[in-house]
């Protein structure tokens, strides 16, 4: 189904269409949320409003790059209100947090946005390469448990890993050498979590 396909279906309330929406975004705004608030369950929170936001207000969108902009920026928005709510909180407690407008913010959302051009780049890779970008790098799965994972030989893992590289390089050309090497170490932090 097509971008416009799909804002029709969710304009007229359909859930499937939602779905596919949520799934689009879900991840990512996640991410985003994660790395301002700096806790899992609040961000979680704070990305299931947005959703449920963009619900309530279905019908007044009409392209996708309208609904993307919406929950970016209800996400930074319900950040920043939570930021600003933690700071009077934890004035006493001498805890030092960036302000939204910090280099260090900015840089955050960057890579939020590096982050989402490398899973549309991830979407258009093939089915096989995808599966094993997706248990090697997102599940934190080794060659041996994705292999097992998926009936297929190490040898084959291997492979296909070095496809999917060659890729998302590919699909990620037109990005600066220096969000390559953001997306280099956004692959090796989601490989290797701290």
Sequence with gaps: MDDKQL??????????????????FNKRLLYLATTIVHDEAMAADIVQDAFVKLWNRRE????????KAFLYLCVKNSCRNEYKHNKVVEKYLSRQEEPIESPIMMA?????????????????????????????YFEGMSNQ???KQLNISINTVKTQKLRALRNLRMFLKD???????????ILQKLRHPI
Excluded: H, W
Excluded at 60 to 67: E, G, I, L, T, W
Excluded at 111 to 131: D, S, W
Excluded at 175 to 185: N, R
């Design 60 to 67: 007044s969108f009409n392209d996708m790059m309208a609904v």
């Design 7 to 24: 804002m029709i279906q969710f304009k007229n309330g359909g859930e499937p269409a939602f779905k596919a929406i949520f799934d689009l």
């Design 175 to 185: 990005l600066s050498p220096g969000l390559v090497i953001l997306v280099t170490e």
């Design 108 to 136: 955050k959302i960057i890579e939020a946005e590096v982050l989402n051009n490398l899973y549309n780049a991830i979407e258009k890779l093939p089915v096989a390469c995808r599966e094993v970008v997706l248990l090697s």
């Design 145 to 147: 448990e994705v292999a």
